[in-house]
């Protein structure tokens, strides 16, 4: 009972804090640590501390898995380098550079325990970077940031068990390296199968709610034989949550996908503020523990501090030759990009005479220059594989990674509950472990609170916002590519139903109506001022909220079929959610 009443407390905590975070501004999880904090010191709560297998394994599983899901695997492709880079080579050197650190400050810690310490600091939090997905910052920066923090956990935790077991034997950089790609090779290998077979699975069950259902065991399903085999189980999480992002619009139907999206996003909101909320509660237990063994709360809090500051500035000094280079990089890309439009312009126009004589062979420019035959759809592959390049060239220029953005990078890289739980997982005979796990506690709940408290005054003072122009641009171009598409399939002179007999002439018509007054209303949003589509969607909200009404006082008299009535009032929700969906870009700007 008393179980079911702290569980019942966290959750309206959670949502009270959510909600008063969206009317102050201020972000979430910043605002739950605080309270987390200033309960821990209430005389009548007493000191919290949690196993860190429950975070490790119970709460970051699907925390990771929902975040991979929503990243978009196509910028996370491309800015692959970058990422990598950020989640294995900076890891490892903030742990040596801190190990340095730790081990000159903390007596009787020694190098290897200094360098464990590094490696539980090191990793930025996915959880903590929504802190500024949220702010609207630049796409390409989070896509940086939330790729770092998927993948950092697996380099800082197989770091951290190195260290700690090279604090009573001797352990070669080789079976460190070894350790580092087994961890990360089958953990994608053990996250790739879960995730194909979990849309396998989700498409043949049917219906919304057991596919939704299905999709909660996914994370755990890859987790846990990753960890058996003593792999990185986050990294099989994300990797299962990268191939269903990129696989559900094929394999799940819309409702599935909505379905999965809602309570996802409930699971989300009571999950990451239940971790923060936590993470404050710990407080008192640490300090408390700290005294216990004789050492300063104070000294874990200065140390904490530095180590802060220190991890800020190694940060600093990796980005700025990276963002060089990646500069370095878009300016040679862009001296490629007329060749490259060139070669896809041509094949595609060989392609095409082909098609049109019915040959099966395509003549196409090869490596050595001169031209060769291939067959039609080699080609065409070749086609695709040259537009992707110029698509990722006009990326690259497009959103470029400037000082603005480096400098937001540096600071945005907050550290979280993982921290925290790391540190929390050394063993008992580790030196000064109540002391070490207070500094850890320092750094993250220091970063949040810091950081993520003046990422909103960083980003206005940056002037970092992505244009409307090109998001308008962008959409312009999706729907064309839809429209083509539609008209494409509906002028097919071969069009016919699954049983091989043509469509009834009305019904094309029906549909071709259909599709062009669909397009005059998205036209007709594209012209619109952002006054006048508030106003519309104020408007129309109204309206469906009148009708809403209208069918529930018509359901109170009893004189209509109740599960008729259902439907008409469902349809009425899939009109409500098409409106606020059309309209939600000017919604989020009130």
């Not at 080699?378 to 220029?397: C, K, N, Q, S």
């Not at 097919?492 to 397009?519: C, E, F, I, K, W």
């Not at 359901?555 to 009109?575: M, P, Q």
Request: glycine content about 8%; some cysteine; hydrophobic content about 55%.
């Amino acid at each position: 009972m008393e179980l079911l009443i702290i569980a019942v407390a966290a959750v309206v905590a959670v949502v009270v804090v959510n909600a008063l975070a969206r009317r102050t501004g201020v972000a979430a999880p910043l605002l739950l640590v605080a309270v987390g904090v200033a309960v821990s010191f209430l005389p009548f709560v007493p000191a919290v501390e949690v196993e860190p297998e429950v975070i490790l394994a119970g709460v970051l599983p699907p925390l990771l898995y929902s975040a991979a899901v929503s990243l978009p695997a196509m910028d996370f492709r491309r800015d692959f380098t970058a990422i990598s880079g950020l989640s294995v080579v900076l890891v490892v050197i903030t742990s040596l550079l801190l190990g340095l650190l730790f081990a000159a400050l903390v007596p009787g810690l020694g190098f290897a325990g200094g360098v464990a310490v590094g490696a539980i600091v090191s990793p930025t939090d996915a959880v903590a970077t929504a802190i500024a997905k949220r702010l609207g910052a630049p796409p390409r920066v989070i896509t940086v940031l939330e790729g770092e923090g998927l993948l950092n956990d697996a380099s800082a935790l197989v770091l951290l068990r190195s260290a700690v077991a090279a604090t009573a034997a001797v352990v070669s950089v080789g079976s460190v390296i070894g350790d580092f790609l087994w961890a990360v090779t089958a953990a994608v290998v053990c996250g790739a199968v879960v995730g194909w077979l979990g849309l396998k699975a989700r498409r043949r069950v049917g219906g919304a709610t057991l596919s939704t259902a299905l999709s909660f065991v996914v994370p755990f399903t890859a987790y846990l034989p990753a960890e058996h085999l003593h792999a990185s189980g986050l990294v099989a999480v994300v990797t299962a949550g990268l191939v269903t992002g990129v696989g559900s619009a094929r394999y799940l139907s819309p409702q599935d996908r909505l379905s999965e999206r809602s309570n996802w996003h409930t699971v989300e909101v009571l999950l990451e503020g239940g971790v923060f909320l936590l993470m404050g509660l710990e407080l008192f237990g640490l300090v408390e523990n700290v005294q216990a063994e004789g050492d300063s709360a104070l000294t874990a809090a200065g140390l904490g501090a530095l180590a802060a500051a220190a991890v800020l500035a190694v940060r600093a000094a990796y980005l700025a030759p990276l963002l060089w280079s990646l500069a370095r990089r878009a300016r040679r890309a862009v001296g490629q990009r007329e060749a490259a439009q060139v070669y896809y312009d041509a094949v595609g126009r060989h392609v095409a005479l082909a098609q049109a004589d019915g040959d099966d062979t395509v003549m196409i420019e090869g490596r050595s220059g001169g031209p060769r035959a291939v067959p039609a759809a080699r080609a065409e592959r070749i086609g695709h594989a040259v537009m992707r390049r110029i698509a990722d060239i006009d990326y690259l220029t497009s959103r470029p990674l400037r000082q603005q953005e480096g400098i937001l990078l540096v600071w945005a890289g907050m550290r979280g509950v993982v921290t925290l739980a790391a540190a929390q997982s050394l063993p008992v005979d580790f030196p000064h472990r109540s002391f070490v796990v207070l500094v850890a506690f320092t750094v993250a709940a220091g970063t949040l609170l810091v950081q993520g408290g003046t990422l909103p005054w960083l980003v206005r003072r940056l002037g970092l916002s992505e244009a409307p122009s090109a998001v308008a641009e962008d959409v312009a171009a999706l729907r064309r590519t839809g429209q083509d598409a539609a008209r494409e399939l509906l002028d097919d002179a071969g069009l016919a139903q699954p049983d091989g007999s043509g469509y009834d002439p009305q019904v094309l018509a029906r549909v071709r109506t259909d599709m062009v007054r669909d397009d005059a209303v998205q036209d007709l949003d594209e012209l619109e001022t952002a006054r006048r589509i508030r106003q519309y969607r104020e408007l129309r909200l109204r309206v469906i909220d009148r009708q809403r009404s209208a069918l529930l006082a018509a359901r109170a008299t009893g004189r209509h079929d109740s599960r008729e009535l259902e439907k008409v009032l469902d349809i009425l929700d899939a009109e409500q959610i098409m409106v606020e969906m059309r309209t939600a870009s000017v919604a989020e700007d009130r």
